[in-house]
């Protein structure tokens, strides 16, 4: 089920939580804005710079298939709302190839530009599980599945993939019997050339091979170093690749702390060990590190006067994004989430 509450009204319950060295009052009032449209939510949060002065941030909300898709009366960019619509009405429809293969898809709103609409249209990201079947079908033929979904994603949306097919049927193939699932995001009004595929729970040690497998366009070192680094932290990551014909030099990276950090504490040097590395390192300022313990902790809801309490809400760090980028010191974000604890999470 989607969060038994409305997002605007959440968003305004949590903004108190919401360190203004991290989101700003600004870009509050412009998610309140938007949320007032947007359809039913199952988890939403903030994508916040964490090596940034400014307290920008975007913004993003998670959906479930069953939930579908519906566009704000008002929006600044009508033509991606109405590819949008036109993937929504195939995912939606009884037992489609997308309705079986996508549980749920992500949609991100860059609100951090203030000279944007508030009523934009977001990136997309969708989860996709191409159908594992019986245990005798080859790695092959569910990387083939996966492959057909993605080209059928781009169909529905009317985005061209001609050019990037095959980097991303050798995306498909390397990755898939990896992880669980993939990711496949679609900036829809930013490049419509350029797409992104995420590997979740992808084991660290596994990506000098990954990258090479794919023909990545990065250095030959694969950030060595960096990832001795990260694996102080974890043994497994989300990993985040740009895919046009080639895959692009630009690599993220996913620290995923989840439901577990609603606890944290920022006394206890365990819980704020990776966020004081990435200060350390340069990614991350002080106050902003400082700013994400204020966030994380649990509230309940009283239900509909005479009705049960709607439950456990959560405010989590889902995950910490580390990018980096020939020629640029690494980037790290933070990915704030709200969430109704009893349903979890479908991806």
């Excluded at 005798?136 to 033929?141: D, I, M, T, W």
């Amino acid at each position: 089920m989607a969060a038994p509450y409305p997002l605007a009204g959440m968003i305004q319950m949590v903004a108190p939580r919401l360190n203004p060295a991290l989101v700003s009052r600004d870009t509050i009032d412009r998610v309140v804005d938007l949320s007032r449209d947007l359809p039913r939510w199952q988890c939403a949060g903030f994508e916040c710079r964490l090596g940034e002065a400014s307290a920008n941030a975007d913004f993003g909300i998670h959906v479930r298939r069953r939930d579908g898709l519906s566009a704000p009366s008002e929006s600044g960019s009508p033509e991606a709302w109405r590819r949008l619509q036109q993937f929504s009405s195939q995912w939606t429809s009884g037992r489609s190839l997308l309705g079986l293969a996508i549980p749920a898809v992500s949609l991100e709103f860059d609100v951090s530009d203030p000279k944007a609409p508030h009523r934009t249209a977001p990136s997309v990201f969708f989860s996709i599980h191409p159908g594992r079947g019986p245990r005798h079908e080859s790695q092959a033929s569910i990387a083939q599945a996966c492959h057909v979904v993605v080209r059928t994603v781009l169909d529905s949306l009317g985005v061209p993939s001609g050019h990037a097919d095959d980097a991303l049927e050798r995306c498909c193939r390397v990755l898939l019997h990896r992880v669980p699932f993939l990711q496949f995001g679609v900036w829809l009004t930013r490049s419509l050339t350029t797409f992104r595929v995420c590997a979740p729970a992808l084991p660290l040690g596994a990506i000098p091979a990954v990258v090479r497998e794919l023909g990545w366009l990065g250095p030959a070192d694969a950030y060595a170093a960096q990832w001795r680094d990260l694996s102080r932290f974890t043994d497994r990551v989300s990993l985040h690749l740009d895919v046009a014909e080639r895959v692009g030099p630009r690599l993220g990276l996913e620290v995923g702390f989840a439901e577990s950090s609603a606890a944290f504490n920022a006394d206890d040097p365990e819980d704020t060990r990776f966020c004081d590395y990435l200060v350390d390192a340069g990614m991350c300022r002080p106050d902003k590190r400082d700013a994400l313990f204020d966030w994380v902790g649990g509230f309940r809801l009283g239900g509909p006067a005479g009705g049960d309490a709607l439950g456990l809400f959560l405010r989590t760090i889902s995950h910490v994004k580390v990018v980096y980028q020939p020629g640029r010191a690494p980037e790290a974000k933070a990915y704030l989430a709200v969430g109704y604890l009893p349903t979890g999470i479908e991806h």
